[in-house]
Structure formats: C-alpha cells, structure tokens
C-alpha cells in the first residue's frame, strides 16, 4: 500500500497553504512531519485525511486517485492536539464506539478493547469518564480509539503539545515503541519539536512555509540539513549563523573572526557565505587546541529540562549556547565562549543550500526537494 | 517593597482543626528577602494557587501568621496590602489608551498629575512601551497587553509585592523568551519583591533565584534552580525538576556503601547516614552523572546496554540493572560499549534517600 502526493497545492482565500508537494507514504512506515507553527503541518494532516481537498495535483492510493473519496469511506483515524472523547460516555464506550459504528460484533469489540487499553496501560480506567482522567490519560483514551479501528493510514496532529513535560517524557518513549512496531498502517506524525522526532525516529518530512524543504532518515537530516532553513527549524534552539566572507585561505565571519579555510571547509567556494554553529557547539571550555575564542555578554540565561541555554550578544551577533545542567548568569555579564572549526555548518548565501556539514558523524547525502 | 515573612503558615478548605493530610497547605514557615525573585512550582493541585491567595490576601489562612516588612497583615483585606497582580490573560482597560491603562491605579490613588506623567514615562520606558502610549490598548499585541498589566503593578511606589501567576500562557513560544529577559530586567533594575506562580519547570527555573516546588499541600524544597537540579532535598523534587528525570533506586545498607540489588555501590561518605536512616532506602542519580564504561574495576556495576536513544547532540542510554532500569547521558562524541556495560556513580553527584527524603552526609 502506497500514498503518493503528486505536485499537491493547497489554497484557501489567496491564502497558499502548501505549494508543489511531492511525497510518497509507505505502509509499515513511520513518518514526522516536523515544522514550526503555521509551516503547512495541520493542512498536509487533513489533505491526507480527506478532510480537505487539494486545489491542484494528484493524490493516489495504490494507484488510484483518491482525491474524490469521502473521509467516511477511509481507513482513516486522526488524533488531535486537543484530545477529544465523548464526555457523556465512560472510557470503554469511548474506545468501543467507532467499532460499533462499524458494526463489529460484541466479542470482536471486547478482543480489541482488551488490546489496546493493555497497550496504551489504561486497562484499570475502562469505566471511568473522561472528566475523572488526568491530561495524560485522555490522550491515552483518543489513541486507544483511533489505534482501536486498525485504520490504514493513523495521522497524530502534535498529540503531546498540551501536556505538561513530564508526561511528554513518559508518552514519547510508549509513542516510539508502539509506531516502531506497527508493520499494517502508514504512521504521520506531526510536531515542532526537534527532540521528539529524533527521539521519535523514523523517515522525517521537513515542512517550512507550506513547502518540503527535506525528507529522509530522521538522523541523517539532523546531521546533513539540506539548506540554512532546514538547519533552524531542525534544532532547538534554532542553530546559531553568521555572515562570513572565503577569501584566500581564510574565513572571515561577520563579528571579525578568522578560521583557517581548511578540513571540511577547504572546499568553499571564495565569496560570502553563510555559516553556522549548534547550541551544542558552542561551549564554556576550551575543548581542542584549535579552538576559537570569543568574548560575549549575557543577555538571558534560560533553563530548558536539565540543561541551560545562554543567549549571548557579541559584536551585533545574537547565539545562543547549550550548556549541561542547571546553571544561573547575572544579565549583562561578560561571558567568554568556545567553538571549534571543525563543528561548523557552511551555508550559500544566495539559496541557503548546504555546502559543508561536519563529517565524522553520519555519511550520507542528504535529499533536497524542489 | 516588602520583605515577606510566612509562619507557620497552613490552609485547610474544611473545618478548621481537621487533620493535617487534608489542609491544601500544609503549614510552613519561609521569609522572603525584598527585591528578591521568586518562583512557586507544582504540578496542578498541589497548593500553589493556595498559597499566593494567601500573600495576596484573597484567602485568609487557616493557622499561622503573613508579615510584610515586620508588620502583621494577616487580617488584612487585598486592597490593604498593596500587592499588585498579573494575570494568566492580560487585564486591560480595552478602550483607554496605554497611557491611561498605566495611569489608572496612580488616578485611583488620587496622585498628582505631573507625578502620574512621570511615573508613567518612567514605567514605558522600561517597557519599551513609549511609543505605544497614545494607542488603544486594544491594538496591541498578547505580550505587549501582559506588559502593560505588569506596568501598572510597576507604577505604584508603595507596592509590596508584584504576584505574577502564570503571566506566559497567552505568550507566542517564539515571543516568550524575550518576555522572560524583560521580566528579569524589571526585577534586577527595581528591586520589586516578585512571586511567580507556575506548572512549567523551565519557567520557574528561568525567571526565579529561589524556587519553592510544590505537591500535594506541601513544600517540598526552597532553593536555587542549581540547588533544586544538584541537590534534590526529596525525590519528588528529583523526578519534577530536569529531563530526563533523576534515576531513583531502590537500595540497602552495606558496608561503606549502598547495594542495589547485589551490587555493592561504595559510598564511603554517605555511608554512615544510610546505616542509621529509618524507612525505606532509595539511591538518587541523574542520567547527567552516570559514567559509563567497557572495563570493570572497583566500583564498577555490570549493566546490560537495553536500547540507546540517539538524540542528535547526545545519546540517552537505557542500562538495565539485574530488572531496574538506569538512564545515563552520554554525549554522542563518545563511544559507548556494545551490549555489556559497566557504570560508575560518582559520590559527589549521588544522594542517598530515606522515606523520599534526603540524608546529609555526615550525619
């Protein structure tokens, strides 16, 4: 089974919501759509639902087009930012209602129900009402419902955005194990979050603007972001850049800074270009004998689960640092900083593809659409 | 401003005299230091709504004393106690302008126009609101609006205390940092006493220099961000604050040191108060501090590599322990062994807890 998006746009009142959409859904596969808010995301989810319709191009299952198919005549199951359940009903009747709808007998239903309320660990809760469940729990129960019908193609629109972190971090790995297992439905996952795709895995689908900017293994794109976009919506924080100018053999970056142009970066071409650098890179210490220095000012120190971000200011440059654990700088304090040539990203300055990407990690090229 | 001085300190929505286990609040007593910003964490029901009812004054407490500066204010009404409020969405008066919005509480107050002008330039320019002072406050943006009810708290000299709770949750994620720097500033550059209410770790622990974290009623530690992430005084506090959570482990007394299952951890300094602690034993470390490595040798515990999560800048490593499950993070330059393992608990980095509580070494 295969869902095939070919040249797919999406407008609504001049408004372009996605734009030349090219993507090819496996079944057994796990996919993640990752994109900051208003990135096309939700749109892509209801174009594959049937929800909406494409204003152009083709979407074809197995072949066939399936643009004119109700949603009611899908294998289709959605869940949604907001967890939705019946609040009348108790949770057994809220898992067993789309199975009665489809007119199942009772032992079927009973079998299924036993499954995934054992799978999804809310077997105990079968007669409580939604209202009586935590956030966590409810989200649970509108899984259990949508993983109930055994549907082809399982669309899951950011389910964990309004749960608080804690429950976030027990779900993600429950959500891991049970797509990574699935080998019957096509899995789409939507989120903003950098950190639950790659903890999530899988095949990654990079939405920016209402286009696909990249597409590939989740990791190989973390390694390998095929343009400066794809760089700062695939890292939280968003990855640091620079201006810089290759002249001879040197780099000059826009605060003045100057790298030798050698290791993965003896090939760019002279000229400007852009350059970029990981939170994670930039460090308090010296890590290497070749380690640049620079001196900045604290604008913010932020403390984000078990780590500190440090957004600095120097020479008209706003970074951000990542620094491990939970750490506290006074406000406009003098702070000196670390990075190492051989962890920068290099970028083109005219259409932002990817020129130089640290090469001891994972091999391979990335795919760039469009 | 204030100094803010809680003794003993206890609510109970029922019967006054009930037993302690029910009091939303469990007494406590805590002074907080004027100028000073300050967080109350918790997970939804554990008091911390409570608790700023009763700073703020629309609850009375059940036992115990409020002081403001020395003085008691405990009977005192809202009105009385010159505290000034931000709300989760942005009150505002819609059809008034920026200025008007500022002014309002000084007009209230009877304060001088001239006064009110410059107090409300003052505040504006702190705000980087100066050039919205003529607008409708109406045109403005969700986190322009949640300033301007923050400026109003900011423009009454006599304010004890600005209780802020949950003031981002209508702010853009993109937006919010920048809301947080602002709010950081306002505290270092006027010595206000603040108190910030909020679910949200990151938040608590961004804006705050102490922060209270709460559940169920009770305080379950006052400390700095680092203190709260290095040291958690209970276990509760070692799960809620850092992701992931601290890896908490069911343990028992040995010679110069702890067992986990039948493994020996040595822990020379914490032995002493594990051999004496009443209740059950548990051994606290966070993934952060987990050294692993492919040799055995003193101290070592053999762990089984389970699955390895491959976070892009760091690996987080599931460790299974004869059945208990460890997280260490590891940072991806560094190589980890194939399935067999051997991990080491650095003592400086390792608590040891009795009931949920911690021991202090040495005693």
């Known amino acids: ?370 | 401003m204030a100094r803010i001085e809680l003794k003993d300190v206890g609510h109970c929505y029922g019967p006054a005299g009930g037993r302690l286990e029910d009091y939303a609040l469990q007494p406590f007593s805590h002074v907080w230091e004027d100028g000073g910003a300050y967080a109350l964490l918790g997970p939804s029901g554990c008091g911390k709504t409570t608790f700023l009812n009763i700073i703020s004054g629309l609850v009375h407490p059940t036992r115990g004393r409020v002081l403001f500066d020395g003085r008691d204010v405990t009977a005192l009404a809202t009105a009385q106690r010159n505290i000034a409020q931000v709300f989760q969405f942005p009150v505002i008066y819609k059809t008034k302008t920026v200025h008007d919005n500022l002014a309002f509480p000084l007009r209230c107050r009877n304060v001088e126009e001239t006064e009110i002008r410059r107090r409300v330039q003052e505040v504006a320019a702190l705000l980087n609101l100066e050039s919205s002072l003529k607008k409708p406050a109406r045109q403005l943006t969700a986190d322009a609006k949640q300033l301007i009810s923050l400026g109003r708290g900011l423009v009454r000299e006599d304010v004890a205390a600005i209780l802020l709770d949950e003031p981002l949750t209508v702010i853009d994620p993109q937006q919010k940092w920048l809301l947080r720097r602002k709010l950081k500033e306002i505290n270092t550059a006027l010595k206000q006493t603040m108190v910030y209410v909020t679910h949200d770790q990151n938040e608590a622990m961004t804006f705050a220099d102490h922060v209270a974290v709460m559940d169920q009623g009770k305080v379950m530690q006052i400390g700095t961000p680092q203190e709260l992430f290095e040291c958690p005084q209970h276990t509760f506090v070692g799960w809620f604050i850092g992701s992931p959570a601290m890896n908490i482990l069911p343990c028992t007394v040995a010679e110069g040191g702890v067992m986990i299952k039948d493994k020996k951890v040595p822990l020379p300094a914490l032995a002493k108060a594990a051999a004496t602690a009443a209740g059950a034993l548990e051994l606290g470390i966070r993934p952060e501090f987990v050294q692993i490595s492919d040799t055995p040798g003193a101290g070592a515990l053999g762990v089984d590599i389970r699955e390895i999560e491959n976070l892009g800048n760091y690996n987080i490593v599931m460790l299974d322990l004869d059945g208990l499950e460890i997280k260490a993070k590891i940072s991806v330059g560094n190589p980890l062994p194939d399935r067999k393992a051997f991990i080491r608990l650095p003592e400086k980095s390792t608590h040891i807890y009795a009931s949920g509580q911690r021991l202090n070494p040495g005693t």
Request: aromatic fraction near 6%.
């Open chain 1, 1 to 370: 089974m295969s869902l095939i998006l070919e040249a797919v746009g999406s407008m609504a009142e001049d408004q372009m919501h996605l734009a030349d959409i090219n993507l090819t859904f496996e079944k057994g596969a796990f996919y993640v759509v990752l994109g900051a808010t208003l990135a096309g995301k939700t749109s892509l989810l209801r174009l594959l639902s049937g929800l909406d319709q494409p204003t152009s191009g083709a979407i074809t299952m197995d072949g066939r087009n399936i643009v004119e198919v109700p949603v009611w005549k899908r294998r289709v199951s959605m869940v949604y930012q907001q967890f939705i359940n019946y609040p009348h009903l108790d949770v057994r009747a809220n898992i067993a209602f789309p199975l009665q709808r489809a007119g199942l007998p009772g032992d079927e239903i009973d079998a299924r129900i036993n499954e995934v309320t054992a799978l999804l660990g809310i077997g105990e809760l079968l007669r409580r009402r939604p209202g009586e469940l935590s956030g966590g729990q409810q989200q649970r129960v509108a899984l259990a419902r949508s993983l109930v019908k055994n549907a082809d193609l399982l669309l899951l629109d950011e389910p964990l955005v309004n749960l608080d972190y804690k429950l976030r971090e027990q779900l993600r790995p429950e959500f891991r194990s049970l797509f990574g297992n699935n080998t019957s439905a096509i899995i789409v996952y939507s989120t903003t979050e950098p950190l639950e795709a790659l903890m999530l895995g899988g095949r990654i689908i990079i939405l920016d603007e209402g286009r696909v900017l990249q597409t590939g293994d989740v990791h190989e794109a973390f390694h390998n972001p095929a343009c400066e976009t794809v760089a700062r919506v695939f890292n939280d924080p968003p990855m640091n850049m620079i201006s810089a100018d290759v002249a001879g053999e040197r780099i000059i970056l826009g605060d003045g800074l100057v790298l030798p142009r050698s290791g993965h970066l003896a090939g760019l071409p002279p000229g400007p270009c852009r350059i970029g650098i990981r939170a994670n890179d930039l460090n308090l210490e010296q890590s290497a004998a070749d380690d640049m220095e620079l001196a900045a000012e604290v604008q913010l120190s932020e403390v984000n689960g078990s780590e500190t971000y440090i957004h600095i200011h120097h020479n008209e440059v706003s970074w951000v640092v990542r620094e491990d654990g939970v750490h506290s700088y006074a406000l406009g304090s003098g702070i000196r900083i670390r990075f190492n040539p051989g962890r920068l990203f290099a970028f083109s300055s005219a259409d932002g593809r990817l020129l130089a990407a640290p090469d001891n990690l994972v091999s391979g090229s990335a795919v760039m659409e469009g």
